[in-house]
């Protein structure tokens, strides 16, 4: 058994669909972080085991995702349909197999995505990853082209990590600690779909700035 740790804020819209596609053997928690379009009725009624985390803050219900698994290896992904669960032994096989301690998804964009539309990866978000993506490598020698949120780990080593993170830093702070540690950082590569509905994050300007504040801490605060 695989843990799914899918944040998750009104994202009733696109739940069914990934749920429905999830891999067996990959078990979906969705931690819902004050949802008010019925996010977690929609989650437990397609079988997810739903958590709830309060405290608004993509790392926040990340890491409460995160003490709610028991599986060996966890993975992370997004609840937007953004991400084909089907894909997720991608990131996770390398990990079972020991050829990878923190495997992410190499974002590709695809279309159509589930419905045939939704809104795509804005040039803002996609140049933000790649600034950062472009920084680990030069700065941290991590090999890394896209900041994923598909990933997979062990969980016991992740929660040894001790990540402090709570806001959208997370996930950067996840590869930093990681590395910093001796892991095995790599990337495989994963289609990008066309979400439904619009991001919280990359479908406004401010949002996508909110997110590299909050990754600029990040980094401030792990350099050499």
């Known amino acids: 058994m695989i843990d799914v740790v899918l944040p998750c804020l009104d994202e009733a819209a696109a739940l069914p669909w990934v749920l429905e596609r999830m891999p067996y053997g990959y078990r ?13 009725r929609v989650a437990e009624a397609h079988g997810a085991t739903v958590v709830h985390e309060p405290r608004r803050g993509f790392g926040a219900a990340c890491h409460t995702g995160l003490m709610a698994a028991t599986a060996r290896i966890v993975c992370f992904m997004d609840a937007d349909a953004s991400l084909d669960p089907r894909q997720l032994p991608r990131v996770a096989e390398p990990v079972l197999a020991g050829d990878g301690d923190l495997v992410l998804g190499r974002r590709v964009e695809r ?72 892991w095995r950082v790599t990337e495989r590569e994963v289609d990008y779909l066309p979400r439904a509905g619009r991001s919280k994050v990359t479908g ?10 909050d990754m600029r801490a990040v980094l401030a605060s792990h350099r050499p």
Not at 28 to 40: E, F, K, L, Q
Not at 149 to 157: D, L, V, W
Not at 204 to 213: C, D, K, Q, S, Y
């Open 111 to 182: 279309r159509p995505g589930p419905g045939g539309g939704g809104h795509g990866w804005p040039a803002h978000a996609r140049a933000g990853n790649a600034v950062l993506a472009w920084r680990l490598r030069r700065g941290a020698g991590i090999p890394l082209r896209d900041l994923g949120p598909m990933r997979a780990c062990r969980r016991e080593a992740l929660v040894a990590l001790g990540l402090a993170d709570r806001r959208f830093g997370y996930p950067l702070e996840m590869v930093l600690r990681a590395a910093a540690a001796g």
């Open 204 to 213: 406004t300007v401010r949002g996508t700035l909110r997110a590299i504040a």
């Open 28 to 40: 979906p928690i969705v931690v819902d972080n004050g949802s008010t379009d019925g996010s977690a």
